[in-house]
């Protein structure tokens, strides 16, 4: 068993917002922790997880009983690399190469400090190979460099086996073979792990290929089709004779003759080759995958999720202490009402009662509720789906957000509405769109989400 991770772990995007830098960080080094606990073998180091700058990924390195690899993240004037390129592990009786590949993109990615580079595969991709080579029976890169550049290294590269990419590619994409090479991928934000089961003969380093088998198949079949159709030529008499004085017919009939001898030809080829395969087939390499949803319901590690607790209490307090500073730091007093163009759910009350009274049955009136009892109240990732999130904009504003606006308030779907409470008839209420829900009831949090049912179960207007 060989657990790997191509990368983006630490952070979801390749900038932090500066007032959520140390909730982001605490939990980077949480997440660094379980995998260390969870024996990965090694992780590839992508762009999002410099997020934090070079100096911090280099220290949580330090804490990391895994490589984090990068051969192409380099020291710019000396063009070494900044982390392993490469790690050799023995797995499975075998000696296993794995490589790291960092995607490229804008270089404000880095600080002139940091004296670095993410130079393109080509230029480090050879060099790794050549010595890896004869020392490993298998080598895998793990990338987070886009598909489309991943087949061209697997164009280029047939002696690497195996591609894991990762990065900002969504989904889970099963295996794909480009020459000698697999591509896979698995969907991100954890939900899923990908089980690659190999079956790796080290004498001949390839992949059996299922489809020249198909091919041959395909190729006898059109081979009957002609057949059939050139015998039907041939019940009028011999076609030369019988469509003399029809040139366009005696055509037709000729592309086919030729169709036909270009047919044979292709399936003698294949059969050879089909026969030659069943002798080597012991000596081909096979594998078998599966992405398993990790469900609420599978049972949790300890070790793990003590991990993971007292990371989002740890996060939690980080938000708590933030909104202390806050309070006695700039006003000495918490907001206490609500702000801007926001009234707050409790405004709406004296002119639609009976929209209050179905609003407060929802679990939209107590998400906030739901943070609370989790902890989670003081965490700046999870407060925008679950607050009046409109209202707030920066993590400091989610943070000291007003009581009232606090769950997912009437103004979360019909849009600021202080103007419309103080002059109804004039400024007129919003109409929430599939995309206000898709806002909060996105693919990460809630991918079952189909809007015209959420909407009958909603049923705000009615009465
Ligand atoms: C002072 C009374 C009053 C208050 C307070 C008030 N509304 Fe209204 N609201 C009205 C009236 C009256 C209408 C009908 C206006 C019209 O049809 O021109 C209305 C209509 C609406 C509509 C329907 C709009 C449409 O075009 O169909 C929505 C949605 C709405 N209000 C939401 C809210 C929300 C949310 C709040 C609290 C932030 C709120 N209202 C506060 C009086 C009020
Ligand atoms: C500001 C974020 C946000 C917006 C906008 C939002 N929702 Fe929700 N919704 C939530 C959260 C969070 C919950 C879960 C609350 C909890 O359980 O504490 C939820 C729960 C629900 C539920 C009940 C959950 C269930 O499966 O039983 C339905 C139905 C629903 N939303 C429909 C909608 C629809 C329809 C819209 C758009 C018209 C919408 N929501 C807009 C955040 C939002
Ligand atoms: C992008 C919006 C979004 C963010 C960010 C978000 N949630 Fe939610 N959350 C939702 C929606 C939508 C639902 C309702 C859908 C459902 O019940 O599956 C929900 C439901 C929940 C529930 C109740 C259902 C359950 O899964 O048990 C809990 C608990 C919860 N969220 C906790 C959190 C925590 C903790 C965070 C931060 C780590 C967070 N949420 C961040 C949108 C979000
Ligand atoms: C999760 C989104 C959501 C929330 C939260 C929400 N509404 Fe609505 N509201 C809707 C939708 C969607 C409609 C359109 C009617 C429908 O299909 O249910 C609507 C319709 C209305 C209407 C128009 C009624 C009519 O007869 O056309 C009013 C008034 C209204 N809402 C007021 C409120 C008030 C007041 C609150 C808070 C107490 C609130 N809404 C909270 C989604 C929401």
């Not at 990068?70 to 499975?92: C, D, M, Q, V, Y």
């Not at 059109?222 to 004085?245: H, S, T, V």
């Not at 202390?324 to 639609?352: D, L």
């Not at 929430?432 to 009958?456: I, V, Y």
Request: net charge neutral; with cysteine; glycine share 8%.
């Amino acid at each position: 068993m060989l657990a790997l991770d191509s990368g983006a772990l630490l952070f979801k995007d390749e900038k932090l917002p500066q007032d959520q830098r140390e909730q982001l960080t605490v939990t980077a080094q949480g997440i660094t922790a379980a995998y260390s606990k969870m024996s990965f073998a090694a992780v590839g180091l992508a762009r999002q997880d410099l997020a934090a700058g070079l100096p911090f990924l280099l220290a949580v390195q330090k804490k990391s009983n895994f490589p984090w690899l990068s051969a192409n993240l380099l020291n710019r004037t000396e063009r070494k690399t900044w982390f392993k390129p490469h790690t050799l592990i023995t797995a499975g009786g075998m000696r296993i190469a794995i490589i790291g590949l960092t995607g490229q993109g804008p270089d404000s990615l880095l600080t002139e400090k940091d004296n670095a580079v993410i130079a393109p595969w080509e230029e480090v991709l050879p060099k790794e190979i050549a010595q890896l080579r004869s020392r490993a029976e298998m080598i895998i890169l793990l990338s987070s460099f886009p598909a489309a550049i991943n087949r061209k290294i697997a164009e280029t590269h047939p002696e690497i086996h195996l591609i894991l990419q990762g990065g900002s590619n969504q989904g889970n994409i099963p295996p794909e073979r480009v020459n000698n090479t697999l591509i896979t991928q698995v969907e991100g934000q954890g939900k899923s792990v990908g089980i690659l089961e190999v079956h790796w003969s080290a004498q001949s380093k390839r992949w059996e290929d299922p489809g020249s088998e198909n091919l041959l198949a395909d190729k006898k079949n059109e081979m009957d089709r002609l057949g059939w159709q050139i015998n039907r030529y041939r019940r009028q008499g011999e076609p030369e004779q019988a469509f003399k004085n029809q040139p366009e017919v005696l055509e037709v009939y000729n592309d086919m003759l030729a169709r036909q001898r270009l047919l044979e030809e292709e399936i003698v080829r294949l059969t050879a080759t089909q026969n030659a395969r069943e002798a080597s087939r012991k000596r081909l390499s096979s594998y078998r995958n599966q992405f398993e949803a990790m469900r609420k319901d599978l049972p949790d590690n300890p070790a793990v999720r003590a991990i993971v607790d007292a990371t989002t209490s740890e996060v939690n307090r980080i938000g708590k202490a933030a909104v202390k500073a806050r309070i006695s730091g700039i006003t000495g007093q918490p907001q206490e009402g609500p702000t801007g163009n926001y009234a707050g759910s409790t405004a709406c009350t004296s002119c639609h009662a009976p929209q209050f009274a179905k609003w407060r049955g929802t679990q939209h009136a107590t998400a906030y509720d739901t943070l609370e009892a989790k902890g989670q109240q003081f965490n700046v990732q999870c407060l925008p789906c679950h607050i009046t999130g409109p209202a707030a904009q920066t993590g400091q504003e989610m943070l000291a957000l007003a009581h009232d606006l606090r769950q997912v308030g009437c103004e979360s779907c019909h849009g600021p509405g202080r103007a419309h409470a103080l002059q109804p008839a004039a400024a007129k209420a919003g109409q929430p769109t599939m995309a206000t829900c898709q806002r909060c009831h996105s693919g990460e949090h809630d991918d079952r989400f189909n809007f015209s049912e959420a909407l009958s179960r909603l049923r705000c207007g009615a009465d």
